[in-house]
């Protein structure tokens, strides 16, 4: 019955090792996006594509880049992972970008070693 | 600095004890919705307001949306152990194509 589902539920990287995040969605939505949450802090939007169009906002770190294959899949790719990089990756859908809930995957957990 | 801020940070109540959260913003808010997230996991959709003054209530949870659409609050009755975690707000402020989020109020219930 899961509609967004993100993989791993949690990921153990090391310094610098690249690393992907996983998202699939069954709602056929055409928004996908990725927040990043630090501990205590609020969400945070790294990127989001309208279908295929991909936008990045402008503090994201060239560090982060996104892939998204398909309708159902979007990928996070961090290169070079850092310790300021731990944090919980929160995948997102919704039907358009205005006066639309989005629905969320159950995050990633990402540690850095 | 933050566009949205929640009050309080942390909020401890009895179960049985009505609670309000606040979410408040110097812009004007164009949707406002409200969000729960359980320690760890995603969030999970509670409701959506638009309209100045509009409320909505799901089981013995009330949003409200000041008439400015500046300001909203969460309501809960007569909380019960279930409603534990935390809540966020999140809002479109016009322009940009995006949901911005408080950084939540998190909510325990004694029992």
């Known amino acids: 019955d899961a509609m967004v589902i993100q993989n791993p539920r949690y990921q153990v990287t090391q310094f610098g090792k690249p690393v992907t995040l996983s998202c699939s969605q069954t709602?056929?939505?055409?928004?996908m996006y990725w927040y990043q949450q630090k501990s205590s802090q609020a969400p945070k939007l790294l990127f989001h594509y309208y279908d295929k169009d991909f936008n990045n906002e402008a503090d994201t770190p060239d560090n982060f880049q996104s892939r998204r294959p398909n309708t159902s899949f979007c990928f996070l790719d961090i290169r070079s992972p850092g310790l300021g990089d731990a944090a919980m990756y929160l995948c997102?859908?919704?039907?358009?970008?205005?006066?639309?809930?989005?629905?969320f995957g159950s995050g990633t957990q990402l540690s850095v070693l | 600095s933050q566009e949205l801020e929640q009050s309080p940070q942390s909020l401890i109540v009895q179960e049985g004890k009505n609670l309000t959260i606040n979410c408040t913003s110097s812009?004007?808010?164009?949707?406002l919705y409200w969000y729960k997230q359980k320690y760890g996991e995603g969030l999970i959709f509670l409701m959506m307001l638009q309209k100045g003054g509009e409320e909505k209530s799901h089981e013995k949870i009330t949003a409200k949306l000041d008439e400015k659409k500046q300001q909203s609050s969460l309501h809960i009755t007569a909380s019960q152990p279930s409603h534990a975690g935390i809540y966020l707000c999140?809002?479109?402020?016009?322009?940009?194509?995006?949901?911005?989020f408080g950084k939540g109020t998190r909510l325990h219930i004694l029992p």
């Open positions: 709602l056929n939505h055409n928004v």
């Open positions: 812009k004007t808010l164009y949707g």
């Open positions: 997102a859908t919704s039907r358009g970008v205005k006066n639309e809930k989005l629905f």
């Open positions: 999140g809002a479109d402020m016009g322009g940009d194509d995006k949901i911005i």
